[in-house]
C-alpha cells in the first residue's frame, strides 16, 4: 500500500514569489495527479504525468519516479493561486484507478 | 461540453435513514470513481468503475455504502442507515478511459447526518 507525504502543510507567501510544493511516495507507480482545491471546495486536476515535466501556464509539475518524488511550481505567484494544492498515486502502485492522496497544502498568497 | 454533474449539492438526513447519491459523468467517459472528504480531511477513495470490468469497491468503508453504475454512465452511490460520520463532502470524477486519463470532478455533495 503506497503512502504519500507532501510537504509543506502550509505556506504562506507574498504576491510574486516562487511556490514549490512537494510530494513523496513510498510504492512505484506509472503516474502522478496534481490537484487543486479552490477555497469553495471544487477540485480542478492540474497535472497528470509519468515522467519528466509538464508545464502549464505558470504551473510546472516534475517527477522523478526512480527517487519516488514529485514537485508543484508556480511561478509569479498571484493571490489567485490561493488554494489548496494535493498530490494523488495509485494505492497499490502501477497504474491503478485506487488512488490515495496527500493530506494537502494548503497556499496562501498575500498581495 | 457539460462537465460532471453530482445531485443533489445539499443533503440533510437524519441518522438511520438511506441516501442516494447520483454522478452523471462526462459523456463518453469510460472511468468513474467516487471519493469522499470530510470536514478538515483529505480526499478518500471510495470506489472505481472502468469501463464493463468489475468494480474496484476496496475503499468503501462498510457494508452500508454501495454503488453501481447503469448502462456504463450514470452512477448512483447509496448509503444505508447513514450515521453522523457518514457526514462529508462526496465527489465524483470520470476520465476518458484508462487510469492515466485526467480525472474531471463533479461539485460534489455536501452530506449531513443529523
Known amino acids: 500500500k503506497n503512502e504519500v507525504e507532501q510537504s509543506p502543510q502550509n505556506l504562506t507567501a507574498q504576491e510574486g514569489e516562487f511556490i514549490t510544493i512537494n510530494c513523496s511516495y513510498s510504492?512505484?507507480?506509472?503516474?502522478l495527479h496534481w490537484l487543486q482545491q479552490h477555497p469553495g471546495g471544487g477540485i480542478v486536476s492540474l497535472f497528470m504525468?509519468?515522467?519528466g515535466k509538464k508545464k502549464h501556464g505558470r504551473l510546472i509539475a516534475t517527477i522523478n519516479i526512480q527517487e519516488k518524488h514529485s514537485s508543484l511550481h508556480i511561478t509569479a505567484s498571484h493571490p489567485r493561486d490561493s488554494a489548496v494544492y494535493i498530490c494523488a498515486v495509485p494505492n497499490y502502485g502501477g497504474s491503478q484507478g485506487n488512488l490515495i492522496f496527500g493530506k494537502g497544502t494548503k497556499l496562501s498568497v498575500k498581495p | 461540453g457539460a462537465g460532471v454533474s453530482q445531485s443533489p449539492s445539499n443533503k440533510v438526513t437524519e441518522k438511520g435513514k438511506d441516501v442516494e447519491l447520483r454522478c452523471d459523468p462526462i459523456?463518453?467517459?469510460?472511468?468513474l470513481y467516487w471519493y469522499r472528504q470530510s470536514l478538515g480531511q483529505g480526499l478518500e477513495f471510495l470506489i472505481y468503475?472502468?469501463?464493463?470490468?468489475?468494480?474496484?469497491k476496496s475503499g468503501l468503508p462498510s457494508d452500508r455504502f454501495s454503488a453501481e453504475r447503469t448502462g456504463g454512465s450514470v452512477s448512483t452511490l447509496t448509503i444505508q442507515r447513514t450515521q453522523q460520520e457518514d457526514s462529508a463532502v462526496y465527489f465524483c470524477a470520470s476520465s476518458l478511459g484508462a487510469v492515466l486519463d485526467t480525472q474531471y470532478f463533479g461539485p460534489g455533495t455536501r452530506l449531513t447526518v443529523l
Open positions: 459523456s463518453g467517459h469510460t472511468a
Open positions: 468503475f472502468q469501463g464493463n470490468s468489475a468494480p474496484d
Open positions: 504525468l509519468s515522467s
Open positions: 510504492v512505484g507507480i506509472s503516474a
